[in-house]
Every structure is written in C-alpha cells, then in structure tokens.
C-alpha cells in the first residue's frame, strides 16, 4: 500500500508566543493523489520545554484540510459541570506521553479508517490544537517559556487505497 506522510514543523523563530505558527500548510510532493480510503497507521510528536516541571497536555487536536467532514466526529464533554457549553471539533485527537523527553510514538492504529474517495490536492492546511486550563480548544503552543510545552514536530503516518484516477 502507499504511504502519505504529513509533517508539520515549528516555524516559530523563537521571539515569542504566536497562534499562527499552530496552523501551517503543507505541499504534497505528487500535484495530487486521488484516495479512496485513508488509514492512520501511526504518528510521532516531538515537544520541548524550558522548565523543570513541563505542561504536557494529555493530548493535542489535529486538524486537517479534507478530513474535517462526516470522517471524524468527536463526542466532547461540556466545560463545565452539567453545562450546555460544548467544545465542538472535526480533529483528530492524538494523545501525548508524559515522557520528560518529549517523544510520543504510537504506531500499529488499525482500522483508524476515513471514506475520502476523491482527489487529495497538493496544498494541505493542517492546524494543531491543544486544550487550555479553562477547556477551551486553542492553538497548540509554538514557544517554550517556563513550563509550556512547545510542539516541534508532528508526523502523520497514512496508508492510502489507490485505485486509479478518479
């Protein structure tokens, strides 16, 4: 089976805190690939921190161009106690380790499975989010100051059903 492989990178240059470097578009290396069935068989997440006691959140939310649809739907508890107040999203959560080191691995995720059946295009839009301590869903952090964790890499491993082009 073909692989597809979406790696965002931290493009902050290191002066300070700034949402936009959450989102990121990539660019496919083929000008499209027509998909059938997509398959999330593993992804990596590499975080850093500047402090002894770092805030690791348990998991972060991706978002990608194209899969935001019927493919992912997350059930989500309200942010407060018998609220009516409803964190809606289209991402995938992806849990983090609270590895000290920043490395979270997680492979073998069979049937992590989306229907697409068309024509993934070259430019994709991917952004990363992350819950804050007030369960807001923000985007993830791109600067290490203290104890916040900044994401530095995230890789996406997929399997892909090719059947010609469609």
Same mark, same amino acid.
């Given at each position: 089976m073909?692989?597809? &492989?979406?790696? *965002?990178r931290n /493009?902050?240059?290191?002066?300070a805190? %700034?949402?936009? *470097?959450a989102?990121?578009?990539l660019?496919l290396?083929?000008?499209? &690939?027509?998909?059938?069935?997509?398959?999330?068989? =593993?992804?990596?997440i590499? +975080?850093s921190?500047? @402090?002894? +006691?770092?805030e690791?959140p %348990?998991?972060?939310?991706?978002?990608?161009? =194209?899969?935001?649809?019927?493919?992912?739907? &997350?059930?989500s508890?309200?942010?407060?106690?018998? @609220?009516? %107040?409803?964190?809606?999203?289209?991402?995938?959560? $992806?849990p983090?380790?609270a590895d000290?080191?920043?490395?979270?691995?997680?492979? =073998? /995720?069979?049937?992590?499975e989306? !229907?697409?059946?068309k024509?993934l295009?070259r430019?994709?839009?991917?952004?990363i989010?992350k819950f !804050?301590?007030?369960?807001?869903?923000?985007? /993830? +952090?791109?600067?290490?100051?203290?104890n +916040? &964790?900044? $994401?530095?890499?995230?890789?996406?491993y *997929?399997?892909?059903?090719?059947? =010609?082009?469609?």
């Amino acid at each position: 089976m073909p692989l597809l &492989v979406l790696h *965002f990178r931290n /493009m902050n240059p290191g002066s300070a805190e %700034d949402p936009k *470097f959450a989102s990121q578009k990539l660019k496919l290396s083929a000008p499209s &690939v027509p998909i059938n069935k997509l398959t999330l068989v =593993g992804y990596a997440i590499n +975080t850093s921190h500047s @402090g002894s +006691t770092p805030e690791i959140p %348990d998991h972060i939310v991706v978002e990608i161009d =194209g899969l935001q649809s019927s493919n992912v739907n &997350v059930a989500s508890p309200p942010k407060t106690y018998n @609220g009516e %107040d409803y964190i809606q999203t289209h991402g995938i959560p $992806l849990p983090l380790s609270a590895d000290a080191n920043g490395n979270t691995i997680q492979f =073998g /995720m069979h049937p992590l499975e989306f !229907d697409l059946n068309k024509k993934l295009e070259r430019v994709i839009q991917i952004n990363i989010k992350k819950f !804050d301590s007030g369960h807001n869903l923000v985007p /993830m +952090t791109t600067f290490k100051t203290g104890n +916040t &964790v900044q $994401l530095d890499h995230l890789l996406l491993y *997929f399997q892909y059903d090719f059947h =010609g082009l469609f």
